[in-house]
């Protein structure tokens, strides 16, 4: 009896000993983060044991976290998080789709280390952070990175972060729906190294249309440039106008504004279904 009592005390001691680690495997006090390729090794085991594909319809995400994960997840985290950055949108002035593509690549659209361990999808560093933090290897081993209660708490902080700090500041003399300058701009302020990062948030954008989102917070008015008034004859662009954007169509245009495609054709003289990036459409 003594003899079992001992070995469930020893076995209990070395449990408890090994599982507070960080990512490089250095015991950190009241912390636990899963490596990704732990995370990554477990979903395929679980994959091998249903004889099920794990990679189907896969993307890589890669920032701070580097997984493959389904279109469908992606959609999903989209959804989940669409009024969250539109909400911040209005109230500091970043465009909801680069808020919405920079969640979705540096959290790996919530499947990433960081994300799931830390609440922080947008991998800020703590530089003069005083809250919780925890450690993950990113530029350099065991870099200190913030943690937040809930992802909401995450998504505010990246905008306290971008407006707080002067090196972003040509940003906000950008246009609001001009995602692609605001997508450069922040790879040019030092925000990513990745050279491909601009890249990489206009692909997701426009594949997954995330400028309808910059649309609605702006009241579906096309704000105008030097060029495009020039085009229109200096003239204010109004909502009765629509700017085409990659992706759309004639019959995603017809049913965003409830009118059908013919109306459509006859209001801009088409002879067919072309339309070009850029063009401007009369919708009433």
Not at 95 to 114: K, N, R, Y
Not at 131 to 137: K, L, Q
Not at 238 to 259: C, E, F, M, P, W
Not at 276 to 282: A, F, N, V
Request: net charge positive.
């Amino acid at each position: 009896m003594r003899l079992i009592v001992i070995v469930l005390t020893v076995f209990l001691f070395v449990g408890c000993g090994s599982s507070k680690k960080s990512l490089t495997g250095k015991k950190i006090r009241n912390q636990e983060l899963i490596d990704k390729a732990t995370y990554r090794a477990n979903l395929n085991k679980e994959a091998a044991k249903s004889g099920k594909k794990l990679y189907k319809n896969t993307e890589t995400l890669e920032a701070t976290s580097k997984l493959s994960v389904t279109s469908d997840v992606i959609r999903a985290y989209i959804m989940r998080y669409k009024d969250v950055a539109k909400t911040n949108m209005r109230k500091h002035g970043i465009p909801a789709s680069i808020t919405l593509a920079q969640g979705v690549l540096e959290s790996g659209s919530g499947q990433g280390t960081l994300s799931r361990n830390a609440n922080n999808h947008f991998g800020i560093k703590c530089h003069d952070w005083t809250g919780d933090s925890v450690r993950h290897t990113d530029d350099a081993p065991d870099e200190c990175f913030r943690k937040y209660s809930d992802p909401e708490e995450s998504y505010k902080d990246h905008s306290i972060f971008l407006t707080s700090r002067g090196r972003y500041s040509d940003l906000f003399k950008l246009d609001k729906s001009d995602y692609k300058g605001w997508a450069k701009g922040l790879r040019k302020a030092g925000y990513a190294t990745d050279p491909k990062y601009p890249d990489k948030l206009i692909s997701l954008i426009e594949r997954y249309e995330l400028y309808n989102f910059d649309s609605e917070v702006l009241g579906n008015k096309y704000n105008t440039s030097a060029i495009d008034k020039a085009i229109s004859g200096d003239a204010v662009v109004t909502s009765s106008y629509h700017k085409v954007v990659a992706g759309d169509t004639l019959y995603s245009i017809s049913k965003r504004y409830n009118i059908t495609v013919s109306e459509l054709q006859n209001l801009n003289n088409l002879s067919d279904n072309s339309i070009s990036t850029g063009q401007l459409l009369k919708i009433n």
